[in-house]
């Protein structure tokens, strides 16, 4: 496991997000910034297994994209989420303050569930079972890809 990874994930990602306004339009996709850092929460609740997704892939589909997520690989600009719609829900949080805390709870949920339980595997809609190490590298990569679409410096990650 490469620890700059979540070093990352528990030190720097937050404060690079606090420099976004909730309004804040990428360089592509439909979400807002606030959106984004909304659907992160849910991508984090689901690598802690609090978020239990239907699955997406399956058979070779599953292999290719189990594949892809152990590369160094990035997710490419505009890359279509089936769970998600083209048109994006509304904010829940009433501000980009309240929804970044709740992603840094989620976040400080996340590795202490996986503390508290060696050897878990939580279930992702994309690339099925994943334990501690493999969440790790999906979360930074969805990290990157997000921080890339709001303009943040590939040079403000550790790693790329």
Same mark, same amino acid.
């Given at each position: 496991?490469?620890?700059?990874?979540?070093?990352?994930?528990?030190? +720097?990602?937050?404060?690079? $997000?606090?420099?976004?306004?909730?309004? +804040?339009?990428?360089?592509?996709?439909?979400?807002? %910034?606030? *959106?984004?850092?909304?659907?992160?929460?849910? %991508?984090?609740?689901? %690598?802690?297994?609090?978020?239990? #997704?239907?699955?997406?892939?399956?058979?070779?589909?599953?292999?290719?994209?189990? +594949?892809?997520? #152990?590369? +160094?690989?990035?997710?490419?600009? @505009?890359?279509?989420?089936?769970?998600?719609?083209?048109?994006?829900?509304?904010? $829940?949080?009433?501000?980009?303050?309240? %929804?970044?805390?709740?992603?840094?709870?989620?976040?400080?949920?996340?590795?202490?569930?996986?503390?508290?339980?060696?050897?878990?595997?939580?279930?992702?809609?994309?690339?099925?079972?994943?334990?501690?190490?493999?969440?790790? *590298? #999906? $979360?930074?990569?969805?990290?990157?890809?997000? $921080?890339?679409?709001? @303009? #943040?410096?590939?040079?403000?990650?550790?790693?790329?």
């Amino acid at each position: 496991m490469e620890q700059y990874k979540i070093d990352f994930l528990k030190n +720097d990602f937050i404060p690079l $997000l606090t420099r976004l306004k909730c309004d +804040d339009q990428g360089k592509w996709g439909v979400m807002h %910034a606030q *959106q984004m850092v909304e659907h992160f929460i849910e %991508a984090v609740e689901s %690598a802690s297994g609090k978020l239990i #997704l239907p699955m997406i892939n399956e058979g070779e589909r599953l292999i290719k994209s189990r +594949d892809f997520l #152990l590369s +160094d690989i990035p997710f490419k600009e @505009n890359t279509k989420n089936p769970l998600m719609s083209e048109i994006p829900v509304p904010a $829940l949080y009433p501000g980009m303050q309240p %929804a970044i805390e709740k992603l840094q709870e989620e976040l400080s949920y996340f590795f202490q569930v996986f503390s508290n339980t060696p050897g878990l595997k939580t279930k992702n809609p994309f690339f099925g079972d994943l334990n501690y190490e493999e969440n790790i *590298q #999906l $979360l930074y990569k969805h990290a990157f890809h997000h $921080l890339t679409q709001f @303009n #943040l410096r590939s040079a403000d990650l550790p790693g790329q």
